[in-house]
Each structure stands twice: as structure tokens, then as C-alpha cells.
């Protein structure tokens, strides 16, 4: 990568990174405004691949998406322990034989009355 080019991406992180509020002293410290920036900006560019079908940035989008995962696992270690154990909870319970089936239209009822709940509307 030749120097222009590195300085055209410098000059081009600098302007996302304010336009997402990322923390301007940002050394590599784990904080909640950078872990908010850094989500931004992965939907930024998540935004930008579907529209574009412009692949160049999934590499970025891929390594933003590990930063984030390692803020949170560095900011709030309790509720990144419980969500593992849900994973891993559900991956062994869909190993079961017996184990209950879903049709998709089940699995869509119920997210619907999930999120209906969320908003305190009556299912």
C-alpha cells in the first residue's frame, strides 16, 4: 500500500470515527463509547455493502466485529459468561433426540409475541 493510499484511508477513518463519536484519545482501552462507536460504524458499513454489493470493506467490517466482541467481553464479563452459557445450553439441547421441532411459523409467532411484549402491545 503506498503512502498516499494510507493516508487517504487515515483521512477517511479520522472523519467516520468523529461522525461515530469514537473516543478521539482512543489507545485500546475497552470503553462503552467506543464499543458504541465501533458498532456504529460496522453498521455503516454493513449499510454500505448492501447497498453497494461493494465487498472491499467485509475484511474491516469482519475485525471490527472481533474489536467489539473483545469490549464487551472486557466491559461486562457477567453478561458475556451468561450469554456462553445460553449458547452452549441450547447447542446441547438441540443435540437431544428428543427434542421439540419448530415450524418456521411457530418460531415467527413467537418472536412476534416477543417483541409485541417488548413494546407492551396485547399479542
Partial sequence: MSTPSIEALASAWARIAEEAAFP?????TASPEAHRATGAIQERIR?????????????????LGQASLRMGQALWPDDYERMTREVEEALRETDDPN?????????????????SRARDEPC
Fill in 24 to 28: 478521539s484519545g482512543y489507545e485500546g
Fill in 47 to 63: 449499510e454500505h455493502i448492501v447497498a453497494t454489493n461493494d465487498m472491499r470493506l467485509f475484511g474491516l467490517l469482519h475485525l
Fill in 99 to 115: 427434542a421439540r421441532l419448530y415450524t418456521h411459523e411457530e418460531v415467527m409467532q413467537a418472536m412476534q409475541e416477543r417483541i
